[in-house]
């Protein structure tokens, strides 16, 4: 049987190691994350101290130095930029290329089929219900008895057969971003690295903007602060995801429905999108990672 349209807002299970579900966002995330090292391990093969750098070196020394220039823009201060470049730089490379990797072709196409035999369970069910029947018609020798248990049958073997034929297409590859699970862990990292900036910046001094018994404002607004805290993670993780997983439902249904020229557009979009999405996760962690290394009277 062809397989419909699926679209499951969770990350589907292609496989199990050792107990461990390996979803498809993961093995795209895993991807992604190969990519950057391999192409940082190449790039380190090939790196010549020259005034004048060609090819790779050349690219590679352009996106450091555009993330350094970004960083260095925020936080006008040498030290903190080497600080928060390798973080800033890791969120937003790796985000984008997630995002932009959800628009090759292939990724969200290329499906395994799940679900095509179920001939144990359409056996069980049929035993089930030839039990059932023995049982009424032991216990009670009438005739309505038998037309209830044959009914029964005859519903358990329909139930069984369309089951036996259901059949679930899992795409192989899916964008992990369009995971909530990724896009939590990252939001949790984010905040995570924050507080280390700021317990390693300004000691546990850090946390009196968080604890203050100074006065019942200030007492107040530590609560605030705590409780912000708690919301970064939720706006970080929902506002990557919602963007991300709704361009990609999009651009499924209308390559379903018309897949020849109208869905070229749509890609432009979520190329514009998924750049976007990447800088504003990057640059609210510059954002919260500078302003962790201030204290609380400052900002």
């Known amino acids: ?12 299970t292609l496989f199990s190691i ?6 498809n966002s993961m093995l795209t995330s895993l991807v992604v994350s190969g990519l950057i090292i391999s192409f940082c391990l190449l790039v380190r093969t090939q790196l010549k101290n020259t005034s004048n750098p060609r090819g790779l070196q050349n690219f590679a020394e352009w996106i450091v130095e555009s993330l350094h220039n970004l960083v260095h823009g925020v936080t006008g201060d040498l030290k903190k930029t080497r600080l928060f470049l390798p973080f800033i730089g890791s969120f937003l490379l790796w985000i984008l290329l997630n995002n932009w990797l959800g628009l090759l072709p292939g990724v969200g196409t290329i499906r395994i089929l799940e679900g095509e ?3 144990e369970e359409h056996a069980s069910i049929v035993e089930q219900v030839h039990a059932a029947e023995t ?4 216990d009670a020798h009438t005739q309505e008895s038998l037309v209830i248990s044959n009914e029964e049958l005859e519903t358990g073997n329909e ?10 297409a899992i795409p192989i590859f899916r964008p992990g971003t369009a995971d909530l699970n990724t896009t939590i862990a990252l939001a949790l990292i984010s ?21 203050n018994f100074s006065s019942p404002i200030m007492f107040f607004v530590g609560i605030l602060e705590l409780v912000s805290e ?7 993780a929902f506002r990557l995801f919602g963007n991300i997983f709704a361009g990609e439902v999009l651009l499924v249904v209308i390559s379903s429905l018309i897949p020849l020229i109208v869905p070229m557009p749509f890609y432009g979009l979520e190329l514009f999108v ?8 990057a640059m609210l962690s510059l954002v919260f990672f500078n302003m962790a290394t201030q204290s609380h009277d400052q900002h």
């Open 230 to 236: 708690f919301a970064k993670v939720i706006s970080f």
């Open 117 to 119: 035999t179920t001939t």
């Open 18 to 23: 050792g107990g461990i579900a390996i979803t």
């Open 159 to 168: 139930t069984a057969a369309a089951e036996e034929h259901a059949v679930t």
């Open 191 to 211: 905040v995570f690295v924050t507080q280390v900036i700021g317990v390693n910046a300004l000691g546990l001094s850090y946390f009196k903007k968080y604890v």
């Open 135 to 138: 049982e009424i018609i032991d």
């Open 274 to 281: 998924g750049f976007i999405q990447a800088l504003v996760f």
């Open 1 to 12: 049987m062809a397989a419909e349209l699926h679209i499951s807002i969770s990350a589907e």
